[in-house]
């Protein structure tokens, strides 16, 4: 198991950035297949983005693509979440995830066996 800590989120208005951080503990996220998800009031849990437990592919939500960039540090300590163009819609809690070596639905979240507590972000138009 993985203990996971999200940070970073806030309040924004639209067209801003923000990055999220989720940071490891107890283990590093080698071999581990990490995602976000999030929770906009009264929504099912959407997924946003995942990286591979390689680190050598990423997938992401039509919504967010091209948009968001999931990265992590070289030390595989902390999984990021760059969140650019921000539009009011992407209002919610944003849950970090995890899965040793790879979920069989990348997109699923009750493939994931690791969570963090959730970090709000808020972005008013």
């Known amino acids: 198991q993985v203990q996971l800590v999200e940070s970073g989120g806030g309040l924004v208005q639209a067209g801003d950035s923000l990055r999220l951080s989720c940071a490891a503990s107890g283990r590093t996220f080698n071999m581990y297949t990490v995602a976000w998800f999030r929770r906009a009031p009264g929504k099912e849990r959407e997924f946003v983005a995942a990286?591979?437990?390689?680190?050598?592919?990423?997938v992401y939500a039509d919504s967010v693509k091209g948009r968001f960039t999931i990265s992590r540090d070289s030390a595989k300590t902390t999984v990021y979440l760059q969140m650019n163009s921000l539009k009011p819609e992407d209002t919610a809690v944003y849950y970090c995830s995890a899965r040793w070596i790879s979920p069989p639905n990348l997109r699923d979240p009750n493939d994931y066996n690791n969570w963090g507590q959730g970090t709000q972000v808020t972005v008013s138009s």
């Open positions: 990286m591979a437990w390689s680190g050598g592919s990423t």
